[in-house]
């Protein structure tokens, strides 16, 4: 059981009427992947503690090292690209150069019972002999890729091929044989199993071959992904192996590289086109185990992984044929797997990783290193080593711990400028860890930066105020102790932007706006602030203000807002209302927290008039740092009066009456104009000029055919508020 405390403990410094704090921590593996390890590991407990010491012990100055292989004696021998170079490294870790080959890249070595080396090449695939100073070319096949060298149990050299996927065997005469030709177009690893057998793992086709000493194939998994770039062989036969999908992602030079400054300049991952060529016939029985790993996991029928994005996984197939998936990536291409010690290392592209399985889901980050890549993993008596691309070099992954190492976070925007609350870690022995900050306002750290400065023993920081933070524990350990860290939490404080209005609506007269009621399953309505804001301090989730209703209402006038708040302040309103004429503003209501309003005309006087909105957020700052942000509305009329309308009879002619109608509004422009006879229909009718455009408009209406006897000729007219101007005017026809 694990012995926890509190580092550097969280003080409630930050005023709670502030901008509310924010929280950035970092306590998952996930999370802790982000950063950068140095002689740290990573578990999978989700904690960091010292790595095993991680010693560079020979530089080739080559773009990477392609091979590695060990002797009897522990020598270690390197095949390199892009220059053909092969180097000799002895157990003190003195290095030497054996051979320059004239093929750009050593792709493959094996040694012999007499440790004698054999290498293979690309583009032009050969295999060289190479036996102390002698260098000689030992078999050509007529192919263009040598990707894989291993010895039978007879001595024989099998040499996997690419571009036509064929397998040879080649005697120490150097007398050869195809050997057996597979489905695939290239084989790109190779091992030989605990019965003799050889492992061999293809690309396109990402099959794992089981073949006989005889030639007979079985596949054994069928991984639904493209290469199978590395296989090894456990002690009690489990059979492990690293399957990458898309393009490979490291192919030999296919042209001598242009001259540069030096090798390093040189990109490892220099891509060839390989595509998957037919091959002859062949009867193949393919073996479709199942796996048990999750249920998520696709069983072999389904032939292809569905998942695009899949970028590598790492497989262990059991002496039973069960398949297991240990570990896979979406991010991270795995080169290498290298059984010891009753644990699966593997190592990967993504910071020259390495990881340490001892079992499903459960694997530890062992260490990273200064290289892109990690590319192999050797293990020749007791001592491990790794090797890299970008540069090629040779570590050592030592038995005993580093005595320190460091870890740097990565980059959190806080999306603002901010100023720094306590920072706390969780961590065991935490007097042995030293926490330190440095702050900037680019997304990268640069010369603009301020320097680390160390978190004192309160959790302060004097990291000057910056939108962006970055922070680095190092970790020592001390008299046999070591350090654990498990979490580090950076409480930060946005500075307090304005809030602002973004659009202001005034609705035509007549609508008035209600809340709608609405209550969620635990009791917040999204429609109540007060609700909202505790459900928030409880730490339910953000909830969707639920847009007002609009409804009919004589008289009603309704003004409708938005707002934002780039902090996520808690905003209030204040309405103000002043007439088109006026130059002070009166207020109309204060400390609202809806964003609409309605009023009944009839507060106000008949005239002109234009609202503003001013949000401010004060409900999450304290008086001195509260801002606020406004708008102003189109103008707009309250009209509570109806026209004024008078009629005036003109003339009788023959039943046929003519009447001069004049109509006035003292605010609003009028609008439909209707006449009724006697009780009946109304009936639309239109001022001299044609169009009702304005405020007073003049009428010259004609009845039709009317019969003797007194009739009752009424007007109605409206203004663009609805109110209703009426008139009436009696007749009597001879």
Not at 302 to 322: A, C, F, H, K
Request: no cysteine; proline share 6%.
């Amino acid at each position: 059981m694990k012995k926890a405390f509190w580092l550097l403990p969280l003080l409630l410094a930050i005023p709670l009427l502030a901008v509310t704090p924010q929280f950035w921590e970092v306590r998952t593996y996930d999370e802790f992947r982000k950063g950068k390890l140095t002689n740290l590991s990573l578990t999978s407990d989700d904690e960091l503690i010292l790595a095993p010491r991680f010693d560079m012990t020979f530089n080739t100055e080559q773009t990477l090292i392609w091979s590695a292989v060990a002797d009897s004696k522990g020598n270690l021998y390197l095949g390199t690209g892009h220059d053909g170079k092969i180097f000799k490294v002895d157990a003190t870790g003195k290095g030497t150069l054996i051979a320059d080959l004239p093929e750009l890249d050593v792709l493959a070595l094996a040694v012999d019972s007499k440790d004698v080396l054999y290498a293979g090449t690309s583009p032009d695939g050969k295999v060289y002999r190479i036996d102390g100073p002698a260098v000689t070319e030992f078999f050509h096949p007529d192919v263009k890729y040598i990707w894989s060298l291993v010895f039978d149990r007879q001595g024989r050299l099998l040499v996997g091929t690419g571009d036509k996927g064929v397998i040879y065997r080649v005697a120490s005469d150097g007398k050869s044989e195809s050997f057996y030709d597979t489905d695939e177009t290239h084989i790109v690893s190779m091992a030989i199993d605990k019965d003799g057998n050889l492992i061999a793992g293809g690309d396109p086709k990402g099959y794992i071959y089981r073949i006989s000493p005889e030639g007979k194939a079985f596949v054994l998994y069928d991984s639904g992904m493209r290469e199978v770039h590395s296989v090894a062989v456990g002690p009690n036969g489990t059979i492990y192996a690293a399957v990458l999908n898309g393009e490979p992602a490291m192919a030999p030079a296919a042209a001598p590289p242009q001259s540069t400054d030096r090798p390093g300049n040189v990109q490892a991952s220099v891509n060839v086109t390989v595509g998957a060529a037919p091959s002859p016939g062949q009867e193949i029985q393919v073996i479709e185990p199942l796996e048990q790993v999750s249920q998520d996991t696709p069983r072999a029928q389904t032939r292809r992984v569905s998942d695009n994005n899949l970028q590598s996984v790492v497989l262990e197939i059991l002496p039973d044929g069960v398949v297991n998936t240990l570990w896979r990536s979406r991010e991270e291409m795995v080169f290498a797997v290298l059984p010891r010690g009753g644990k699966v290392l593997f190592s990967t592209g993504t910071k020259g990783r390495i990881y340490s399985m001892d079992g499903p889901r459960s694997a530890t980050l062992l260490q990273e290193s200064s290289e892109e890549q990690t590319t192999r993993l050797i293990e020749t008596g007791n001592r491990l080593y790794a090797t890299s691309a970008n540069m090629g070099k040779l570590f050592r992954v030592g038995d005993t711990l580093a005595t320190s190492g460091s870890y740097e976070s990565d980059v959190k925007d806080t999306d603002a400028i901010s100023s720094w609350g306590k920072i706390s870690s969780k961590a065991e022995n935490a007097d042995m860890i030293e926490i330190s900050t440095r702050t900037g306002n680019t997304s990268a750290p640069d010369k603009t930066w301020s320097d680390w400065a160390r978190v004192d023993g309160t959790g302060g920081t004097v990291s000057p105020k910056a939108r962006f933070i970055q922070w680095k524990a190092t970790l020592k350990s001390d008299a046999g102790k070591s350090p654990r860290l498990a979490s580090v939490k950076v409480p930060y404080l946005q500075q307090n932007f304005r809030p602002e209005v973004t659009n202001l609506d005034v609705l035509p007269s007549g609508v008035a706006l209600q809340k709608v009621p609405i209550t969620t399953s635990n009791n917040v309505n999204p429609n109540d602030p007060a609700s909202v804001r505790a459900n928030a301090r409880a730490g339910g989730p953000v909830l969707p203000r639920i847009p007002a209703r609009r409804v009919p209402q004589r008289g009603a006038q309704s003004f409708q807002w938005s707002a934002t708040d780039k902090n996520q302040d808690t905003l209030s309103y204040d309405l103000y209302y002043r007439g088109d004429t006026e130059r002070t503003w009166k207020v109309l209501k204060k400390d609202l927290d809806d964003n609409f309003y309605t009023i009944n005309s009839d507060t106000l006087p008949d005239g002109t008039y234009v609202v503003r909105v001013v949000a401010g957020d004060q409900a999450s700052n304290p008086p001195d740092l509260a801002l606020k942000g406004e708008m102003e509305s189109r103008p707009f009329s309250i009209d509570n009066t109806p026209p004024v309308v008078t009629m005036k009879l003109e003339s009788i002619e023959k039943g046929r009456v003519r009447i001069a109608i004049d109509a006035v509004d003292q605010t609003s422009t009028l609008n439909d104009a209707e006449v009724a006879i006697d009780t009946g229909d109304w009936r639309p009718v239109f001022p001299k000029d044609g169009i009702i455009d304005s405020k007073s408009e003049s009428f010259s209406y004609i009845s039709g055919d009317l019969p003797s006897g007194e009739h009752v000729i009424a007007f109605r007219i409206y203004d663009q508020n609805d109110n209703a101007g009426m008139g009436k005017l009696v007749v009597r026809i001879p």
